[in-house]
């Protein structure tokens, strides 16, 4: 018997075309799941706005034209330094019998004599950078503003913490291809139903559903389970890279559409590519040696073998008598708690990820 380690460094070969291929092919997973969860800097961003204003049962908008009309209409508040129109407060003034700009200006608006209200009719939003964004069409500002970094955090943080680690045991259980397909095809699916939300709490939970539907999860396995060890860094760095990638594609596609529902259309019909080529790529031979599948784990050796330039014989019978490194048993999650060093080593691996996550989404979210 011949330890499967041993097997893919010596015969099959740490890292051949077959390897590259299939490191290339999940960037066809990866990159579309980076732009739909990060969309979100787009569809939730929050376009200049000031109180819609009623002037003879018709309202202006944000344009040049509209300067003199929101000057006497809408208070200003310091900002950075700078006097800058209020975005929550208009003047209470009686706008109904006021059908010229003129009679606006005729009005003494002297601060001290003017009070100040919510804005009453809502707002008017600035459209010269976006069409429409979700805080635009749900009028996520002023005192809504709280609503809407509370859906911020939900989808961020909440479907990951719980929806990760059942991905995870549903990959060790079923297999990295098919939790791969599974999840790629659901990210495309929700990602086309967020496209239809009707409010902002269908939103949250289509969001919250979402976001753990990740390609790395199985992907990561299933890629360092086909390389040799001295490769195995490389599969990470390069998946990481391909968040970036797909991040900067995101820019990109949404520099030519500008409506927040027409984006979240666009983006989950980036997944196609990948639900097609990922049939063609073999399941990791670690798992089907684990789960007792020696013949088609011999199979998919031979097939890394022919991508190294090498060749494994079919009458190689040793094969299908490879070993893994320890012996595999079918273990509960509450193995990572039932000592006191595994519990201590669970919780300082979930504070190191869940931190470095949302570092990440912090500095995307707030310096981008």
Known sequence: MVELEEVIVERVGQFGRYQLIYLLLYGLAAMPYSMIIMSLVIVFDTPDHVCKIPLNGSTWALSNESSIIKANSIPTVTKDGKQVPSSCQMYNLDYSNMTLMEELL??????????????????????????????????????????????????????????????????????????????????????EILAFSNGVVMFAIVRILLTPLSPYTPGFPHLMEMVGPRYRPLIGVVMEMYWGLGYSLLALVAYFIRDWRLLSYVLPAFVVPFLVCIWFMPESPRWLYSKGYQKEG??????????????????????????????????SALELIKNLTMLRWTLVMCYNWYGSQQLVYIMAYHFT
């Open 106 to 191: 005729d009005v003494n608006f002297s601060s001290g004599h003017l009070e100040k209200l919510a804005c009453q009719h809502g707002w008017t939003y600035d459209d010269s950078l976006y069409q429409s964004t979700m805080t635009s069409s749900w009028n996520l500002v002023c005192d809504k503003l709280p609503l809407k970094n509370l859906v911020e955090a939900l989808s961020l943080s909440l479907g990951s913490v719980i929806g990760l680690p059942l991905i995870g045991w549903l990959t060790d259980r079923y297999g990295r291809k098919k939790m791969s397909f599974a999840v790629v095809l659901l990210l495309g699916i929700f990602g």
């Open 298 to 331: 011999a199979a998919v050796l031979r097939k890394l073998a022919k991508g190294s330039g090498r060749e494994l014989k079919d009458d190689d019978s040793y094969l299908c008598d490879v070993t893994l490194e320890e012996e595999v048993k079918s273990e």
